[in-house]
């Protein structure tokens, strides 16, 4: 088993920034994939993007490409989500989510289904 928990949400302004953590522990060894995902209210939860454990490559959904960036610290098995020129349409609970190795899957596979452990996830209000 692996367990996550994020921290680092809040509320900001639109334009702002905010820095969301997800620590893992447990068997952190099995982890391939760590991945972000989002859930407004009465919406679906949706992929914002994920990093490969073993060299760092990362995938974004086209909403946040260029504002946000995930990045990883191995030693602390912490992954990081660098969230800039927020929008309020960014505004959700988001959550941390950690896949193991799927052969013939791509790494980086946008669905909840691909990953096997979630956080229960962190508030971003982004204000207008």
């Known amino acids: 088993q692996v367990q996550l928990v994020e921290s680092g949400g809040g509320l900001v302004q639109a334009g702002g920034s905010l820095r969301l953590s997800c620590a893992a522990s447990g068997r952190t060894f099995s982890i391939y994939t760590m991945g972000w995902f989002r859930q407004a209210p009465g919406k679906e939860r949706d992929f914002v993007g994920a990093i490969r454990w073993i060299d760092g490559t990362t995938s974004y959904a086209d909403s946040v490409k260029g504002r946000f960036t995930i990045s990883r610290d191995n030693a602390k098995n912490t992954v990081y989500l660098q969230m800039n020129s927020l929008k309020p349409e960014d505004s959700a609970v988001y959550h941390c989510?950690?896949?193991?190795?799927?052969?013939?899957?791509?790494?980086?596979?946008?669905?909840?289904?691909?990953?096997?452990?979630w956080g229960r996830g962190t508030q971003v209000t982004v204000s207008s």
């Open positions: 989510a950690a896949g193991q190795r799927k052969f013939g899957s791509d790494w980086d596979n946008p669905v909840v289904s691909a990953y096997d452990y």
